[in-house]
């Protein structure tokens, strides 16, 4: 099925902006050259976001944004609202995944390994000291709902743990500290519950941090993970488990760390993979088959929507829009709840 206007929604507010339009251009050209009447459709902090969507008047919508606002459900619910069909996960699965915090609480509900952690809610610096306790170091810190590893650092004693926090309570009023887990970093690609394969990623750097994934060169990959064929499916299994944990759908990177021992800890969800020329999902793709072209298209061909309903709710008159939005979500009516064959 070819959607008649695919509108590739980029961009957004957080600090994966940057990555968000490499990722939303390159799907752009992809599925221009495929042929698909496609549309840039870029938000940012002077943007209303609701009133870009409507105007841009598309029947499906490509999500190639990352981070809060773009990746948490925030626009998917917008989506949901105008009756919009759109890649990725819906809004409560998307909302989990990026919450680190409550993703952890669901992986342990669901018997998902992951590394041990505590929650760093705002306090002063000199609270540091006494929340941390005996926890231990190494230690890794990360904002609680951030992206393409932005504020993560490793903290190897208290005075550069104060530090970190310090530095992740710039993106976020909430810290996540994780015990670090010694192992290879290893991502999973799943597509609509198909898992495609696992990558080995390897910096040069020693932390896979935001330079590390966006500059060339300064990470080797490994395709696959130089793994035993057994402990290889395990992880596939694990990534499995935690992408179902969440609820998630459509394109999902699962980020795992594997020790020499027999253990694997699973990190994090992905909802909205990058897909940058240096991105995982795209590569572990590569491997399966898919060109990135195929992958778009793939994507694109998995856009939904997930409330049980086509219709937009402002029709049914359950929510009040301005007069002007009301009026054009009224006459799309279910117009964007269809993909049409071309």
Known sequence: MRASRVGVIMGGSSAEKEISLRSGQAVFAALGEAGHDVVEVVLGAAVDPFAALVEADIDVAFLALHGRLGEDGCIQGMLEVLGVPYTGSGVMASAL???KLKAKELFRLHNVPTPPYYVFDGKSAADVEEVHGSFGFPAIVKPRREGSSIGVARANNMSELALAIEEALAY???????????????????????VLGAIEVAPKTGLYDFRAKYTPGLTEYHMPARLPPARYRGVLNLAERAAQALDTSGAVRVDLIV????????????????MTPTSLLPKIAA???FGFTELCEAILSRAKLQTGSARPRAA???????????E???RRGGRGARLRSA
Request: aromatic letters at 4%; glycine letters at 12%; proline letters at 3%.
């Open 97 to 99: 995944a990026m919450d």
């Open 259 to 274: 020790t020499e021992g027999q253990n694997e800890y699973v990190l994090e969800v992905n909802t909205l993979p990058g």
């Open 316 to 326: 049914s008159g359950l929510i009040e829009l301005p007069e002007e939005q009301a």
């Open 328 to 330: 054009v979500v009224s």
């Open 287 to 289: 491997a399966a088959g």
């Open 172 to 194: 976020d009023d909430s810290v996540l500290v994780e015990r670090f887990v010694k192992g290879s970093e290893v991502a999973v690609g799943i597509l609509d519950g198909r």
